[in-house]
């Protein structure tokens, strides 16, 4: 058959090529959507950058226990903690494109850790697949209970009065919360000690314990310790008061055009076909949107965001811009 083909008048030749090419697109075509029929045909990996206890690990629980329910495939949570989300990321980078490996990403990962890292083994924009946003939430300036401030105003003024001997924790070193403190400084012209924690519930965990005097760290950690007293919340990162913490300032009041605003949203490696991606953004959004899960994405706070892929990508990319500014303004970040 080789032979007859290679005998063929040039124009023939081409036609040939063409009719190759034009059933393997076919082929590629009707194999995509049985794909998507018959997806998912074994577990999921639902890969979460950081320890148990996090906003980042509960918003995963929530959607794969949903999609276990709803696909009758176990859906696997596994936390692979560290580097403030690389080895997370790296791994499902490396993953193969069949839609088998899921990732909860947020902005540190995708948006920050490009701008503070020397190098990345993954690239945030070419090697993932946005699939759609789940949660925004802002993040909570909390402070323990001994330390003697009543309000933001009186943070700052400690911090100015005694550079450096303010220690506070983070979710892991260039992490958004991280980045609000280092945010904090620069307006302020603050000086405090950074000390990072692997997530944000150990961050969180070290304020209640007096390891250090505060945190810039999610309402989804953090809430129930202020509830219970073991924690003084005293502002909020939004650019205005969040509507279910009515009663936490903005630090905006105190530090004009202060905004941090974080986000949470589902991702698989690049590659996936068309059809797959369909179908696990569609079930991402249904869970969202159920009337007994959104509230409990955002008990603290949040809010419920989703949207498209192509959506999600512009968030990606607006951001990824926004902290590369701010890293180049803050001294010291880069590592």
């Known amino acids: ?57 509960i918003i995963a629980r929530l959607l794969g226990q949903r ?17 403030n989300g690389n080895i997370a990321a790296e791994l499902v980078a490396r993953s193969a494109g069949d839609g088998y490996t899921l990732m909860l990403g947020n902005t540190s990962v995708f948006t920050i850790n490009p701008h ?51 220690a506070f924790s983070s979710s892991g070193f260039g992490g958004i919360s991280h980045m609000a403190a280092e945010l904090m ?6 000086a405090m000690t950074h000390v990072p924690y692997k997530g944000a519930g150990p961050a969180a965990t070290a304020v209640v314990g007096g390891e250090v005097a505060l945190s810039f760290t999610s309402t989804v950690s953090t809430m129930h310790h202020v509830n219970a007293g073991r924690l003084r919340a005293l502002g909020v990162t939004s650019a205005t008061r969040n509507a279910q913490l009515a009663a936490i300032p903005a ?14 949203g589902v991702l698989m490696p690049a590659g996936v076909p068309e059809a797959i991606v369909a179908k696990v ?34 968030v990606i990319k607006a951001d990824y811009e926004r902290w590369a500014r ?7 970040v880069l590592q």
């Open 67 to 83: 999609m276990s329910e709803s696909w009758g495939q176990a859906v696997l949570v596994e936390n692979r903690a560290g580097a």
């Open 1 to 57: 058959m080789r032979s007859i083909v290679f005998l063929l008048a040039p124009s023939l030749r081409t036609r040939a090529r063409r009719s190759g090419a034009f059933a393997a697109c076919a082929l590629l075509a009707l194999v995509s959507p049985l794909c998507a029929q018959t997806y998912p045909a074994k577990p999921i990996r639902f890969i979460v950058p950081y320890a148990p206890g996090g906003p980042t690990d």
């Open 281 to 314: 953004h569609a079930e991402v959004v249904r869970i969202a949107r159920l009337p007994e899960v959104g509230p409990r994405l955002v008990s603290d706070g949040g809010d419920v965001v989703v949207n498209t892929p192509a959506q999600f990508a512009a």
């Open 185 to 190: 400084k620069v307006s302020t012209r603050t």
């Open 116 to 166: 503070v890292y020397k190098k990345l083994n993954y690239d945030p924009i070419k090697d993932f697949l946005p699939l759609s946003l789940v949660v925004a939430a802002p993040l909570v300036l909390v402070v323990h209970p001994s330390l003697p401030t009543r309000d933001v105003k009186a943070v700052i003024d400690l911090a100015l009065a005694k550079p450096n001997q303010l």
């Open 251 to 264: 630090i905006a009041e105190f530090v004009p055009g202060y905004e941090v605003n974080p986000w949470y």
């Open 326 to 332: 701010v890293a180049r303004t803050t001294e010291g």
